[in-house]
């Protein structure tokens, strides 16, 4: 791993994504030889963790990728509170437990993984990467790159419908633009990091019996619409970042 990032960062990063990808992808079907939703999703998403987080810390780059506190103070990012009321998103229709007590355990285990490795992933390795160049290139095309990834729930098996997987890229691709707005501008990848697990680990206790299309497509509109709004509030009042 080391040889291939020090040769050609960019070229680790979207290697990264690519391995990421396809695990996530062969994950679904194999969960039927187990039994238990999300169980090979959480095995391939914990080594993943275990092995990113491990060449990170060993190569002294915790700063670089901003798992490390912001050196802002909390009340110029509002205090969060955006962050929070998308985090509870999924959530807002109800709770409920959606699976068996083993699937519920290895959807949480999954979605907390996946929250840290598609941060580093893409607002992290990618983001850095692009930047070396252009900035401005580099938020948009992480941002999309992170939106349009989510189009393999369409094909992987996880069972997702045309009309709300259009639904997630759309507001994916905003968070996208917000959270890489917040690690370049607040220098830190934490607040991204917990607010994706929190988002993605809710929808595991989701209430979705009997809520029409019209109220899910009601959700996904005010929740990016705040996203966006966040977005553009972190762009005027937040400084440009001076790390490297």
């Known amino acids: 791993m080391k040889k291939l990032y020090e040769k050609n960062e960019l070229n680790f990063s979207l290697g990264c994504i690519v391995i990421y990808c396809f695990l996530m992808s062969i994950a679904y079907p194999l ?16 080594l993943q963790t275990v092995i990113i987080w491990r060449f990170i810390k060993k190569n002294g780059l915790l700063m670089r990728y901003g798992l490390c506190k ?3 103070p909390a009340c110029r990012f509002l205090y969060y509170v955006p962050l929070v009321i ?7 229709y ?10 519920t355990v290895c959807h949480i285990v999954c979605m907390l993984c996946v929250g840290f490795l598609e941060e580093v992933i893409f607002r992290g390795f990618l983001f850095k990467a692009l930047a070396k160049d252009n900035n ?3 938020i948009i095309i992480s941002s999309v790159t992170f939106g349009a990834g989510h189009l393999l729930n369409l094909v ?5 419908g ?8 759309i507001f994916a691709v905003a968070v996208g633009f917000l959270f890489v707005t917040l690690f370049y501008r607040g220098q830190s990848l934490l607040p991204c990091i917990i607010t994706h697990s929190a988002i993605n680990t809710a929808s595991a206790f989701a209430f979705e019996a009997g809520i029409t299309e019209e109220k899910h497509m009601m959700r996904i ?3 990016i619409v705040i996203t966006v709004i966040y977005t553009l509030v972190l762009t005027k009042t937040l400084p440009f970042s001076s790390r490297a």
């Open 94 to 103: 109800g709770i409920t437990v959606n699976d068996s007590l083993a699937g």
């Open 162 to 169: 045309v009309t709300d997987n259009l639904c997630q890229v």
């Open 70 to 72: 912001s050196p802002l």
């Open 221 to 223: 509109l005010i929740m």
């Open 86 to 92: 998308l985090a509870t998103g999924n959530l807002w």
């Open 136 to 138: 401005k290139t580099a």
């Open 31 to 46: 969960n039927e030889i187990t039994g238990i939703n999300y169980s090979l999703n959480a095995v391939f998403c914990i």
């Open 156 to 160: 992987n098996g996880s069972g997702m």
